[in-house]
């Protein structure tokens, strides 16, 4: 974070502080969520077969990484695991939802 209002977390003594933190952070996160997402679109134009949309082998590869960052960085793996495996279901549906609306394309 780079708002030098914001209180580090040790040193918080008042819940505005931890919340002025938290709205920071939620900002953060969801525009990171937000421009993943725009990935998951580039992948439904770039690939070539629907059935290619989703992938176990790489969604269980996706989970185990923010397992293993989780764990490295402080944060419960096993709720990083929930969240990814919400995460990357949404991501196959919206990915879904685009590589459908291209079509079948010109005959
Ligand atoms: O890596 C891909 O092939 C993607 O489309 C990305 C992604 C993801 O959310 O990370 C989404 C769908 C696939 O099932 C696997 C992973």
Do not use: Q
Request: hydrophobic share 45%; with cysteine; proline share 4%.
């Amino acid at each position: 974070m780079t708002d030098s209002s914001i209180v580090p977390a040790s040193e918080c003594t008042t819940m505005a502080e931890v919340r002025a933190a938290i709205d920071g952070l939620d900002t953060l996160i969801v525009s990171l969520l937000a421009e993943r997402m725009r990935y998951i679109e580039a992948a439904g134009r770039i690939k070539a077969d629907r059935d290619a949309v989703r992938d176990e082998v790489r969604k269980a590869e996706v989970i185990a990484h923010a397992v293993k960052v989780a764990h490295d960085r402080g944060f419960p793996p096993k709720l990083a695991y929930r969240l990814y495996d919400m995460l990357v279901e949404g991501s196959i549906s919206h990915e879904f939802e685009i590589f459908d609306a291209r079509g079948s394309g010109p005959a």
